[in-house]
């Protein structure tokens, strides 16, 4: 046995598990995983492999990625399929007649990602696993047609990897040294911070399709496929540069999108719309990504952190290493789940940001002329308009999960967003606007999006800040001239069917007078409009099924319920303006005593300031490039501040959402006695009789100048 055959078994391990025999939960792991691999035995039986032509490169994909999984199945020594000749037998007899249409006569059609990199890499998944069944000669025919459609690693982002981890299979399968060394030197052009394009932002924004942000999609993709080959060649000869970049973005990049078995949708691209690889299923791939990365020694710190994301459904279809991992983390009683600690975080590199606490978290989906509105390509996600136009969601750990959101919620009416009623977008297309972004102070943030349709005459400011308990989310300038009514969603939410909504107001025609709202059930959720606001409300159940997002269905309809509130502005709207607060943990009793006694003030909601304080902490975002002042801030440029007052501390934050400035000159009605801390960008003009500071914006990039 040489040290390619120790590769192989090594990576194959990756694929089946380590060990020979299992305890209770990895056991229902196993369990889960034959029944899968029964179905998709099934479908083989039932499909006419032998008959694929070459213009059916999704269905060879797709085939492919059933036997991969299944050969990973039939190696597992708990599994009652283990070892199957009869199976063995039919994987090698598929393989046989593939040969036919995927060799190196062959011409491509079709999507050339199916040629290039889905298909190689289910086959050399098959050839480490069933090495000692294949036919050397079968491999070498294989190899060839794989040669023949890429010889090169040509991409960026996560396609680099997959081609990568392609060639260093195949550097395994062939015992190739210079391949497995050209695969592996190709993996740090990825592991760069880049400022354009596809790859890593130093804020942690993840962007592939040069506009896209894709965290969850792509960059799920990305570490699911690398961290194996990590942790295969650790301790080897072989090299790979910059390991430590990528657990720095398993805390920036992908940590701040996940919660409660799920991954926000706002950083999954088009794979919102695919039914089989819904928002779990793309957790549970990042988190056993992130398990096998902390079995390293320089990744044990990730365990306490893992323990805590770790849910009762997260060893249903995964990998049973990854079972085997998460099992020995759950069983050792020492490692304890490390707390959440309450942090805001923007990601202005691709126009997100995030509000994490013990109780819920927040995503808010923005976009600019940096970012698409959303993306739509192979007929996948062709109705997800507004996805990006200022969506909040809010999720909580007490509700219930459903798998039938987007095939449901009424496209035109998302949460958060300000819309004209009905309206479409473009996809794939970068927005006009060049003010989207935010920045924070520990659990404390502010952000805003200057919306400005690519579709019809809309425009408006949407800001968001956020405090302690609550969400203060305000609009001006809300302006239109079609003659068609324009509105701002305060809630669309998928809710249980024994929820109540109790409205405080008075009805009146169409709408309601509002001044506070509460959700019940297991969702305790409180709304509070500053002003008396008249708001529209609809409770119903909703039909539907995949084609609300895509061509590509799974046949079966759904149904749910939902609460949708929204603020009619009328028809030609100009300079219109919303005020709500959202209060995401509540009972009916503290709305009540919200409504009396918060300590939440809004300063200014005009289109040259938009401004709230409470109590220490005070948002601004600077909607004009002239000097303005409000409670005690001036600004000379458009940006978002913040600004935290806490005994004889002060603290302060803010960001050039433009990406456009030179410097921002900015003044503060404090005095001070000296600096503990400053960023290096910052030159400091006079602390008295009031604070006066110059930031150096010039290749910011968005970034916090806290």
């Known amino acids: 046995m040489d040290s390619f055959d120790l590769l192989r078994i090594k990576y194959s391990e990756v694929m089946k ?63 009652q399929m283990y070892g199957n000749d009869k199976i ?21 059609m079709g999507n050339w990602w199916y040629w290039e990199i889905g298909i190689p890499l289910s086959l050399n998944y098959i050839f480490i696993l069933l090495y000692e069944y294949i036919d050397r000669s079968i491999i070498e025919e294989y190899t060839k047609a794989q040669v023949h459609f890429h010889d090169r690693i040509t991409l960026t982002g996560a396609n680099r990897i997959w081609e990568s981890v392609i060639f260093a299979m195949r550097g395994i399968i062939t015992k190739d040294n210079n391949l497995i060394t050209y695969a592996l030197n190709s993996i740090s052009d990825v592991t760069r911070i ?51 970049i990528v657990y720095k973005w398993i805390q920036d990049s992908y940590l701040p999108f996940m919660y409660n078995g799920r991954c926000m949708d706002m950083v999954r691209g088009r794979e919102i719309s695919r039914y089989y690889e819904q928002s779990d299923f793309a957790f549970k791939k990042m988190l056993s990504a992130m398990l096998i990365l902390s079995e390293l ?37 020492n490692i304890t789940e490390k707390e959440v600690v309450p942090y805001f975080k923007a990601f202005n590199s691709m126009d997100r940001a995030v509000k994490h606490t013990k109780d819920y978290c927040i995503g808010i989906s923005m976009h ?23 969506m909040m969601y809010v999720y909580k750990k007490n509700e219930p999960e459903s798998d039938f959101f987007w095939q449901t919620i009424d496209l035109y009416r998302l949460p958060g967003t300000t819309v004209i009623k009905d309206s479409k977008a473009k996809p794939n297309i970068n927005a006009k606007g060049d003010f989207t972004g935010g920045c924070g102070i520990g659990e404390y943030g502010v952000c805003s999006m200057k919306l400005i349709s690519d579709e019809n005459s809309l425009k408006a400011n949407k800001s968001w800040f956020f405090f302690e308990n609550e969400i203060v989310c305000l609009g001006s300038g809300i302006s239109c001239t079609d003659d068609i009514n324009v509105e701002t969603i305060i809630e669309n939410r998928l809710v249980t069917d024994n929820s109540r909504f109790v409205l405080r107001g008075i009805e009146d025609g169409e709408g309601y007078l ?22 529209n409300i609809v409770r119903q159940v909703r039909e539907g099924n995949w084609h609300n997002m895509s061509t590509k269905t799974d046949g079966k309809s759904y149904q749910g319920m939902y609460l949708t509130m ?44 938009q401004c709230v304080k409470k109590n220490g902490v005070t948002g601004a975002v600077f909607l004009k490039d002239r000097t303005h002042s409000v409670e005690g801030i001036s600004c000379d440029k458009r940006c978002v501040l913040i600004t935290k007052y806490s005994g004889e501390t002060l603290e302060i934050s803010g960001a050039d959402i433009t990406q456009k400035s030179d410097r921002i ?8 006695k000296t600096v503990t801390h400053s960023n290096d960008n910052i030159k400091i003009l006079q602390l008295d009789p009031y604070i006066s500071f110059e930031v150096n914006t010039e290749n910011s990039e968005g970034n916090d100048w806290a």
Request: some cysteine.
């Open 17 to 79: 598990g380590k060990c020979s025999t299992h305890s209770d939960l990895t056991l229902k792991c196993i369990e889960y995983n034959d029944k899968m691999a029964s179905a998709y035995l099934k479908v083989l039986d039932t499909q006419t492999y032998e008959s694929c032509s070459t213009s059916e490169a999704a269905k060879i994909n797709s085939l492919l990625k059933k036997v991969a999984f299944i050969s990973s199945v039939i190696m597992q020594p708990d599994s």
């Open 566 to 609: 929204w603020i009619d502005h009328g028809k030609t709207p100009q300079n219109d303006s919303y005020e709500y607060i959202i209060i995401p943990t509540c009972n009916e009793s503290q709305i009540k005593e919200y409504s009396k006694n918060n300590k939440v003030e809004i300063i200014e909601n005009s289109t040259a300031v």
């Open 368 to 390: 600019s002329e940096r970012t698409a509105a959303f993306e739509s390509i192979n007929s996948e996600n062709e109705n997800a308009f507004h996805t990006s136009d200022g």
């Open 665 to 672: 000159c900015i003044e503060l009605d404090y005095s001070a």
């Open 297 to 333: 020694n320089r990744g044990q710190y990730l365990k306490p952190i893992l323990k805590q994301l770790i849910t009762d459904d997260f060893f249903d279809g995964i990998t049973v290493f990854a079972s085997e991992i998460a099992e020995s983390i759950m069983k050792n009683k």
């Open 194 to 244: 880049v400022n354009n394009g596809d790859g890593f932002y130093r804020d942690g924004s993840f962007i592939q399709h040069n506009n896209i942000p894709y965290n969850c999609g792509y960059g799920r993709s990305l570490i699911q496929e690398l961290a194996p080959v990590i942790y295969v060649f650790n301790e080897t000869d072989y090299n790979i540069d910059h390991i430590d």
């Open 514 to 535: 509002a001044k506070g709202a509460y959700l019940n059930g297991s969702h305790d959720i409180g709304y509070y409009f500053p002003e008396e606001q008249k708001v």
């Open 88 to 108: 063995i037998n039919k994987i090698i007899n598929i393989l046989k007649k593939l040969l036919t249409v995927y060799n190196d006569s062959i011409t491509p």
